[in-house]
Every structure is written in structure tokens, then in C-alpha cells.
């Protein structure tokens, strides 16, 4: 296990003031901050990282929704940090997300959830790696 995993806080967090109090809470909950950093992606980079959605329905949205604004990307550690991180971010809707999750407290809506976490370990890495270079991983 690698006891890493990916994280963006995406555009609806970033525009309704919402970072702060995130890093914070991850900061609290005993993540160590690995690799961090503000950027945007363009639709092309946004469509390259959901791939994997690209047959679903809700691609399109995502991709423009991904690319609309500036985010914060970073990279976590902590013991068992894939499985433990998607229980601290909640449910992909936040209306059934439990209390007291990041996506109950901050998310917009199904689409526009407010964080990512990444599904797996080896996922963890392919998306760490797709935003920083060795040399940004500490
Ligand atoms: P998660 O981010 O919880 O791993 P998925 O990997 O299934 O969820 O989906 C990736 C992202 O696509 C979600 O976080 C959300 O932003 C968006 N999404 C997922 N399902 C839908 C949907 N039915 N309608 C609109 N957007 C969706
Ligand atoms: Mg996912």
C-alpha cells in the first residue's frame, strides 16, 4: 500500500471561498502534505484526466465544469490514505453524503462536488503524476 492518494479541491470550492477550510480539515484529519499546487485545466487536460468517464453521459459537463476555473491539486499521505480519504470526502452526491463530510459541507451539487479523491492506489499515482514531477513530491 502506498498510503498516498490525489486530491483536487475543484472550481465550485476554489469560487465560494471554500479552500482554506478544506486544506485546513485534511490538514487536521493527519494528511501530510506530499506535492501541492494552484492551477487550471484547460478542457483538453481536464477530458485527458476523466478518461475514463468519457462514455458517460455527464462527460461533456464535466469536462467544461473541470476546465471553468482555477483548482488546487495535491498529492496526501497517511496510512491507508486512499480508502480513509474517500470516507473523509463523502459520497459523490453530497445529498447523500454523511454529516460532517467535505462534500456534505461544501459541495455544489452532484456534478460540482467540491473535491476529488482518487479510487485507488494505482490511480492514486497515474493522478498524482499527471500534475507534479518527481521534483515536486516530497
Ligand atoms: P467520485 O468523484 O466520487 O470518484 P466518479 O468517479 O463516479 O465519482 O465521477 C467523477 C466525477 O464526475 C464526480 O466527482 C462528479 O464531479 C462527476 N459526476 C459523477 N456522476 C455524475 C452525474 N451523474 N452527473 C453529473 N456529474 C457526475
Ligand atoms: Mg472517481
Known amino acids: 500500500m502506498s ?7 475543484k472550481p465550485d470550492a476554489m469560487k465560494n471561498g471554500h479552500a482554506g477550510a478544506i486544506l485546513d480539515r485534511i490538514i487536521k484529519e493527519g494528511y501530510r502534505i506530499v506535492a501541492l499546487k494552484q492551477t487550471k485545466l484547460s478542457a483538453e487536460k481536464a ?19 473541470m476546465s471553468s476555473g482555477i483548482i488546487i491539486a ?13 470516507t473523509l470526502i463523502g459520497a459523490t452526491d453530497p445529498a447523500k453524503a454523511d ?5 456534505k ?5 452532484l ?5 476529488h479523491g ?13 500534475f507534479f514531477s518527481g521534483l515536486e513530491k516530497f
Open 105 to 109: 459541507m461544501y459541495a455544489t451539487s
Open 47 to 65: 477530458g485527458e484526466f476523466y478518461a475514463v468517464h468519457s462514455a458517460r453521459p455527464f462527460y461533456g459537463e464535466l469536462v467544461e465544469f
Open 99 to 103: 454529516e460532517g463530510t467535505i462534500r
Open 74 to 86: 495535491a498529492i496526501l499521505e497517511k496510512e491507508n490514505a486512499v480508502a480513509s480519504f474517500r
Open 111 to 115: 456534478g460540482e462536488n467540491a473535491v
Open 118 to 130: 482518487s479510487d485507488s492506489d494505482e490511480n492514486a499515482e497515474i493522478e498524482g503524476s499527471f
Open 3 to 9: 498510503n498516498r492518494t490525489f486530491t483536487m479541491i
